[in-house]
């Protein structure tokens, strides 16, 4: 299984670790045991297709679990893996522009546990925090889920774009609790075990030791409407920013040469062009319906230059149901050579769904 871990799939990827001592608990936490013990029945392992990432229960009665969009976007026929066990999902509300979405078990277990959401506003620099999840290094039903621990570094982190392919968050917790490829989706707990956060992404680079966590009271509010089945900023395409270093990279194990994508890439760049790139669209979208496909790089939308997913959700949280936004852009490895040739300018009219809910996939 190719596990997904760059660009808008990014799954916490980090180039290295930091050592760090823990700060000293508060009287009132768990002991490290004691929350692993109550939050490990409750985190799973989110599997698709075309990769995995982690999730938790927060509603055991009604079997709902919550992850990252970006764990799920695209995928089909998923399934939660809890222990030794594994179990059908459907998705049932996605909203890309949160990376939040929110799956639901076709068959309830009986023995099925949640955990609850403690108060994000409370968190503050030095707490104590721990974080679950199933990296993409081990695998395999069965396996556990890997507990880390760290400290909280900036609890508000505001109004975020950390890449080009990535969408803005609006409320992000920064912290120490090592999340690798793979745990996105998975919770972060404070010292009563309760989830102040959903582990999102990791710094790379020369950055060390830097993670980051939507936080818990913005996850929340979104996942009731996602809960509903609200299908909500999503035209129904996968994006990566145009000068992201690692966008030949999501064509490995595809039929397009990633090498033929990094020329294009190049070429483009070099000739001053600024841009979304259209990784796919999905059957039956309001993208695929204005007939957008891979290799088609995204200029402008309702007049507006965007240069990253995060500038096209903002034109997205401010549209609405049914509207069509006019969408331009440039020809790259999808030009024929014939009637359409590389650099060339297209226009479409991108129709958005009427309805916001959805069905599932």
């Not at 490990?40 to 999730?55: H, I, K, M, N």
């Not at 459907?90 to 068959?107: F, H, K, M, N, Q």
């Not at 020329?263 to 760049?269: D, F, R």
């Not at 030009?335 to 069905?359: M, N, P, Q, R, Y």
């Amino acid at each position: 299984m190719k596990v997904r871990c760059s660009g808008p799939v990014l799954a916490a990827a980090v180039l290295a670790l930091g050592t760090a001592a823990l700060p000293p608990a508060y009287a009132d936490d768990m002991d490290p045991r004691e929350i692993y013990e109550k939050a490990a029945p409750a985190t799973v392992l989110v599997a698709g297709e075309g990769g995995s990432g982690s999730g938790f229960v927060y509603d055991a009665e009604k079997g709902l679990v919550a992850t990252n969009a970006h764990v799920v976007e695209g995928q089909a026929s998923l399934k939660v893996m809890i222990g030794d066990k594994t179990q059908p999902a459907r998705l049932v509300g996605i909203d890309p522009c949160e990376d939040l979405a929110v799956l639901e078990l076709t068959s309830v277990p009986p023995d099925l546990k949640a955990l609850e959401f403690g108060k994000s506003k409370d968190v503050q620099t030095a707490d104590t925090v721990t974080a679950l999840g199933y990296p993409a290094s081990i695998g395999g039903v069965g396996q556990k889920a890997v507990y880390t621990a760290g400290s909280v570094q900036n609890p508000q982190v505001a109004d975020a774009e950390p890449s080009t392919s990535l969408p803005r968050y609006p409320a992000l917790i920064q912290h120490s609790a090592a999340v690798n490829a793979g745990n996105s989706g998975g919770p972060l707990l404070n010292g009563q075990g309760q989830v102040v956060g959903v582990n999102t992404l990791g710094s790379g680079g020369d950055v060390q030791g830097q993670f980051f966590s939507i936080s818990g009271d913005h996850a929340r509010s979104v996942l009731d409407g996602l809960a509903e089945g609200v299908r909500k900023n999503d035209p129904g395409w996968i994006l990566m920013g145009l000068d992201d270093p690692s966008l030949s990279t999501w064509f490995e194990d595809t039929d397009i040469d990633p090498a033929a994508v990094e020329k294009a890439q190049k070429q483009l760049i070099d000739s001053g062009v600024t841009g979304v790139f259209v990784l796919s669209s999905r059957t039956n979208s309001p993208a695929e319906k204005a007939r957008l496909t891979t290799g088609d790089v995204i200029t402008a939308v309702k007049d507006t230059r965007v240069e990253s997913v995060g500038g096209i959700c903002d034109i997205l949280q401010s549209a609405s149901p049914g509207e069509a936004l006019p969408v331009m852009g440039k020809y790259s490895i999808n030009a024929d050579g014939k009637e359409v040739k590389f650099g060339d300018d297209w226009k479409a009219d991108l129709i958005l769904d009427k309805e916001s809910t959805t069905t599932g996939q």
